[in-house]
């Protein structure tokens, strides 16, 4: 018995489990490798999506506020629509948020409503995922929730939901019209979605 280790034998099974391990962690470290500079790259690509956009519709030639409208609207010169300079926090069902336009009077002025997605995501921009609502920076509003807005537009096939804007992505999406989004009302003739 002399030169023999006093270790226990190491069992096959505890072999494979080891080298199993090792591949795994092997995979994982390949994966976070080619994974990091995508994600470095779509980043890259998402700022300078938002950066073109923003200098194409720079706010401060875009948006004017009214003194017409006791400095409570903002003039979108791109669209012709004129905009609460601060939407209605509260979030409220979709037939509340009708109702809540349509009773406005802003600036002293009546003739609110919904947008229409189209004339919604007019504000956000392109499509992006962003930490923030995605309005060109040096915009005039104020009190903008860092949520979705509701839209004039039902959802045709399923009359319980209606459309909303995502203010982050830019997303039109259909959710129940019994759950609550802020309002932000437009005035001027809809446009409607293609």
Known sequence: MVGRSMRPPVAAGSRVIVVTLVVIGAFCLLAY???????????????????NWQQAHPATQRFVILADFNNEAVLDKDTSLIWELSPIPAPVTWN?????????ATGGQRGWRLPAPAEMRSLVGPAVDSPIPNIPPGHPFVNIQPTSYW????????????????????????????????VWCVRGPIKQDD
Do not use: M, W
């Open 33 to 51: 490798t080619q994974i990091k500079p995508h994600t470095q790259r779509q980043k890259e690509v998402i700022a300078t999506i938002i950066e």
């Open 151 to 182: 839209t004039v537009v039902p959802e045709a096939n399923q009359p319980s939901y209606a459309r909303y804007v995502d203010a982050f992505l830019g997303n039109v999406l259909s959710f129940i019209k019994l759950y609550t989004y802020p």
């Open 96 to 104: 509340e948020a009708r109702a809540a336009c349509l009773t406005r």
